[in-house]
Structure formats: structure tokens, C-alpha cells
């Protein structure tokens, strides 16, 4: 049986899509395992529906394994889950209305479950993430600096990073990494070149956007909801 | 011109005031301070005051910082439960000495300083509680010289003084997006970058008992590693006589200070 993982990210209390995305994957074949890279709350609509069904799976879902992402960050903070911080970056981009639609978004009783989602996983040497390993609103693109990415995923000591604050898609490879270092010291000098195995970020969209991955073959497929209706028999079914 | 940059100073005046009278001799144009004053020895106020009163631009150090505004690193900043509690009692004393007019130097401090293509900061860009060791990550390295946006990265920290050039490098990015399914391959160039670290004026990590500190001279665009001889009985016995813990005095006495070192120095405190 094939192993692959569905990623997705951004939904923002969007109930259907997530339904959508559900019906997607019982037509796609391996044995997948579902992960919802945060913000699945937004302060566009109520978010107590896809909560619920997210801590409630239906029968024949595929179980979420959920960290959160940047709204929940806000949200949490605004709610008095980290300590004296306030959603002071949502307040400075979007301003106090925003903070206050957040708010009204999510019934307070999801905040327990909320807070207690992880930062990010690591499963074998991939990291997943909301942001970066830096900060949870860390914004990776195909444009960001090489030196950046690679910082980015040494931090988490892992090989490659699934990101999905950008919202983006995309599969950046970084390989043939060399650089040459020359230390002088009170022992004396020495030389070395530094070489670094082959890493990758990944993009993974962000609502009806989403990504499958081929653990063994280490093979992406950005897909977008209805896809694998449209293209059973084809090819991911 | 000729420029001097010294770091962690650790409140040993003996060392200090040896260091400052070898860069009198060196025709030099501009000393640079990475922070650090206090900590760890017995005349913070003495050696406070001799900077301010030598005009020295600084940068503030973790210790600074931490007398400051508490001790707000996570465990990072000590490699054993022993070497934490000495740590905090050698904060403590030092937060009873210093003078509320040197608290408020201290806290005036700026976190970095530009000058031209050279960035000056006590541990990294990223905090001052992070330590940027000669045989670190290469990569990781240059990143942190990149993300300061200048050539040369002058730091301090370590206690461990050294100059990395990091140079000839490149990589190659493969890019794969959703709606372009052809791959966009190039090779990338990486910047030529270097690290200075000072080393440590007050309390030498480096095997020997002897202050450092560097010459930087930008015309020829050379780094020297000085070492300065001091009168080492002098602070150890100021040790004493303060009731700091004795391994101070042990540690400066014999140049042990490797068994300080975190064990951990690649990470990045996140407090």
C-alpha cells in the first residue's frame, strides 16, 4: 500500500471545502494520513462548525492530526493564552475590527482544544509546519533566500520542511550546497568545504488547495478540491 | 584605520584596563565594545564606569540585558544545573553592586551597531543569547552574516575568538510549482561573508588565561587576534573578597573556562 500524506492548510472555518477535501481523499488510493497545517479559524465566518467536526470526525473521515497555525496564534493570544502577549500583529495589520470578528468567530468552548495543538510534527525527516521553524508567522515562498530555507529547516534538524503560511504550492529543492570556510583562531588556521545532502520546502496551498505526498517516492501532487473526482482511474486514484 | 573591538568584559578590571592600554599602543582610531560588561567578576561598577567614562561605543551583552530585565533566558544559557546556580547567584550579587546610574547605561545600550558594511552584536543578529561558534554550521553561519545585511559580522559570546571567511560558495534551487509543471533548476551563487568573534576580555574560554580581543585594520582589510597578559591574582582575590563562588577564581586562574561552555550552542533561545 502506498503511503502518502494529505496536507492542508487556510481553511478558515470553511466546513464545505473541508468536506470536499474529505470526499477527495476516500477516492484517492494509499494508506493516507491526514494533517491540517493551522488556520482553520479566520475571522471571515463562524469557525464553530468545521471546529467541531474537526475535534468530532465523522464516520469514514480521515482522522486531522491539527497544529495551529497564525489566526490561531492571534486568537489564543487575544483569549489570554499567552501570557500578557495580545493579538498585537493581527491588531497592527488588520486593525481592532479584525481582532474583534476573530473573537466572535470561535465559541470560547474550542479554545481548550486549541491551545492544546502542537507547534508543528516531525514525521521521519520532514518537518510540518504552519510558518517556519522560527516563528509561526514566518512567510517561506519560492522567492525567499536559499540561506534563509536551509536555516530554516537546520533549526528543526530534518531533511525537508512542509510550510503553508505563504499559501502557495510548490517544491523547492536545494542540492549541490557547497561553501568553503576558513577559520584562523590562536591555534592557527585550517580550511574545510562544507557540502549539505539534498533538502526541499514544500508549499502546501491553503483552502480548496492541497497537497498529496508520496512518502516513498518522495514525489508531490498540488491538487485542488475536486481533483480526484474529476480524475479517478487516472491518476492518483 | 585601525579598530578595536573587545567583548565580555565580565567586570574584571584588572583585564579591562590591560586590554585598553595594549589598544593604546596600537594607533588605534575607533574601540568597539560587544557587551557583557558585567557578570561573573567583582567590579561591574569600576568597569561600567571606565567605559563610559572612555566614551566607548557599546552594544549591550546578555548579561546587561539580563540585569536589566531579569533573567529571561530558557536553560539554554548553561550547560548544568551547577553552573545555572552559580550563574544566578553571581546575577544576583552583580544586580545588588551595580549603581542605579549604571543600570541605566546598561539599559540604554543599543542591541547592534552599523557601521559601513560591518554589523556589531553581542551573541547573533538573532539574539543576544546565541552563540555563533567557529566550527558551526557553514550555512548556517553565512545566514546569520547575510540576514545582519553586512560583509563582516563582529561578535562576541563565545568567549572564543576567532575569523571565519566563508567563501566559493553556491547551490543549486530546483523549483516545482503548482502552475508551471516543468522544473526551474539554477545555480546560485552565495555571498562571500566573514565573522570576527573578539573573543573575551575578562573571562577567556579559549584554553589560556590571557584577555583577547581584535584588530581590525580596513585598508588592508585584515583581522589580528591580540592576546594581553593581566594581573590575574589581582581579580582573583577580588573574587574572594566579594564571596563570589571561588571557581571564578579557579576557572580564571587556570584557563578552565571550556567547562563552561553550552552544550547546546547551536540553539536558538526563544524567550
Not at chain 1, 11 to 30: F, H, V
Not at chain 1, 81 to 88: I, S, T, V
Request: net charge negative; proline share 3%; glycine share 8%.
Amino acid at each position: 500500500m502506498i503511503e502518502r500524506w494529505a496536507l492542508l492548510s487556510g481553511l478558515m472555518g470553511d466546513l464545505e471545502t473541508y468536506e470536499l477535501i474529505q470526499k477527495d481523499l476516500k477516492n484517492t488510493r494509499g494508506d493516507i494520513t491526514l494533517f491540517v497545517l493551522g488556520d482553520v479559524v479566520g475571522p471571515d465566518k463562524n469557525c464553530d462548525a468545521l471546529l467541531n467536526r474537526l475535534v468530532n470526525p465523522h464516520r469514514g473521515d480521515l482522522k486531522p492530526n491539527c497544529i495551529y497555525g497564525w489566526w490561531e496564534e492571534q486568537l489564543l493570544a487575544e483569549s489570554g493564552y499567552r501570557g500578557e502577549r495580545k493579538a498585537d500583529a493581527l491588531r497592527l495589520n488588520k486593525g481592532d475590527d479584525a481582532v474583534t470578528a476573530l473573537m466572535n468567530a470561535v465559541d470560547p468552548y474550542y479554545l481548550g482544544w486549541i491551545s492544546s495543538l502542537q507547534f508543528g510534527f516531525v514525521e521521519l525527516d520532514c518537518g510540518l509546519i504552519h510558518g517556519s521553524s522560527k516563528d509561526v508567522g514566518d512567510i517561506l515562498t519560492m522567492q525567499t533566500p536559499p540561506l534563509t530555507l536551509l536555516d530554516r529547516i537546520t533549526r528543526l534538524n530534518v531533511n525537508r520542511l512542509f510550510t503553508a503560511r505563504s499559501k502557495q504550492q510548490f517544491h523547492l529543492e536545494l542540492t549541490d550546497a557547497v561553501v568553503d570556510s576558513k577559520v584562523k583562531d590562536l591555534n592557527g588556521k585550517r580550511n574545510q568545504e562544507h557540502t549539505l545532502p539534498k533538502r526541499a520546502v514544500i508549499g502546501i496551498g491553503a483552502g480548496a488547495n492541497y497537497t498529496l505526498y508520496d512518502v516513498g517516492s518522495d514525489q508531490t501532487h498540488f491538487l485542488t478540491v475536486g481533483d480526484m473526482t474529476k480524475s479517478r482511474g487516472k491518476g492518483f486514484a | 584605520m585601525k579598530h578595536a573591538v573587545i567583548s565580555c568584559l565580565h567586570a574584571n578590571l584588572s583585564a579591562v584596563e590591560a586590554v585598553l592600554a595594549d589598544i593604546d599602543q596600537q594607533e588605534i582610531e575607533t574601540i568597539t565594545c560587544l557587551g557583557d560588561l558585567v557578570g561573573y567578576g567583582p567590579q561591574p561598577n569600576e568597569v561600567v564606569e571606565l567605559i563610559r567614562d572612555r566614551k566607548i561605543e557599546t552594544c549591550q551583552g546578555c548579561w546587561d540585558e539580563d540585569i536589566i530585565d531579569g533573567l529571561d533566558a530558557c536553560d539554554c544559557s548553561y550547560p548544568s544545573q551547577l553552573a545555572e546556580r552559580r550563574g544566578h547567584m553571581a546575577h544576583q550579587w552583580t544586580t545588588e553592586k551595580l549603581t542605579d546610574e549604571n543600570k541605566e547605561f546598561l539599559a540604554s545600550l543599543p542591541t547592534s551597531i552599523r557601521r559601513g558594511r560591518s554589523f556589531f552584536v553581542h551573541g547573533s543578529p538573532n539574539s543576544q543569547h546565541e552563540y555563533l561558534l567557529p566550527d558551526m554550521d557553514a550555512f548556517a553561519a553565512l545566514e546569520r552574516v547575510e540576514m545582519s545585511g553586512a560583509d563582516t559580522l563582529f561578535c562576541g559570546h563565545t568567549h572564543l575568538p576567532y575569523v571565519r571567511e566563508l567563501g566559493n560558495g553556491s547551490i543549486r534551487v530546483n523549483i516545482k510549482n503548482a502552475s508551471d509543471r516543468e522544473r526551474e533548476d539554477t545555480r546560485m551563487t552565495l555571498p562571500i561573508r566573514r565573522i570576527v568573534n573578539a573573543g573575551s576580555v575578562g573571562e577567556p574560554r579559549h584554553g589560556g588565561v590571557n584577555a583577547t580581543y581584535v584588530i581590525h585594520n580596513d585598508i588592508k582589510n585584515d583581522v589580528e587576534i591580540r592576546e594581553v597578559a593581566y594581573d590575574i591574582d589581582r581579580t582573583c582575590e577580588a573574587i574572594i573578597e566579594a564571596g563570589l563562588p571561588h571557581v571564578f577564581a579557579w576557572r580564571l586562574r587556570n584557563g578552565f573556562e571550556f567547562a563552561e561552555l553550552a552544550e547546546d550552542a547551536s540553539h536558538v533561545c526563544e524567550r
